[in-house]
């Protein structure tokens, strides 16, 4: 079974590259990716986030999102799954950016986009914001595909772990925030 799931990730990957890629679109995309880069753009966006006053509150869901996101696939699952690059795998894969550093199970950049984005479009009073913001982390999810970093799987795995930590992080500060109001109202 493993071994099925291995072959359509293979091919989806070189099909990806015979069909999809272009100069430009490497350009384009490649400067995309890189902005996930230890989550530079979505740390910017809690930065954002929490500048304004209205959103102040809605920077702590994401934040916290990112953090268990990024401990739990970044520190825990990538080391114990330690599952190998597409690119060291996949003989006629070519990637096109530099090597990676760490394993490739789940995708940190795809999971640290949607731990950040998400909290928007749960949280967040303008719907539409929060729906740009999660099809931005879509498209980074793509982009790792695209470049050739991550398996399908990877991916996929890298989404659920993001809406996941997510849903988490916006459950855990509303209980201690409900609690901390409970225990007000009784003083």
């Given at each position: 079974m493993w071994d099925m799931f291995m072959n359509i990730d293979a091919n989806a990957l070189l099909y990806i590259q015979d069909h999809f890629r272009s100069e430009l679109g490497n350009y384009i995309i490649i400067k995309y990716t890189h902005l996930g880069d230890a989550g530079k753009i979505w740390l910017l966006l809690v930065a954002l986030l929490f500048i304004c006053p209205k959103t102040r509150k809605l920077s702590g869901y994401c934040l916290l999102s990112i953090f268990i996101c990024f401990l739990t696939g970044n520190i825990v699952l990538k080391n114990v799954i330690a599952r190998t690059r597409p690119y060291e795998v996949i003989e006629m894969l070519r990637c096109i950016i530099?090597?990676?550093?760490?394993?490739?199970?789940?995708?940190?950049?795809?999971?640290?986009?949607?731990?950040?984005?998400?909290?928007?479009?749960?949280?967040?009073?303008?719907?539409?914001?929060?729906?740009?913001?999660?099809?931005?982390?879509?498209?980074?999810?793509?982009?790792?595909?695209?470049?050739?970093?991550?398996?399908?799987?990877?991916?996929l795995a890298g989404m659920i772990l993001g809406i996941v930590s997510a849903v988490i992080s916006c459950r855990l500060i509303r209980f201690v925030v409900s609690q901390n109001t409970h225990l007000t109202s009784k003083n």
């Open positions: 530099e090597p990676q550093k760490d394993f490739s199970f789940p995708s940190g950049h795809t999971s640290i986009a949607f731990a950040a984005t998400v909290p928007i479009l749960i949280n967040g009073k303008n719907k539409i914001l929060g729906s740009i913001a999660v099809i931005a982390a879509l498209f980074m999810g793509l982009s790792r595909l695209y470049v050739g970093v991550h398996y399908p799987t990877d991916v």
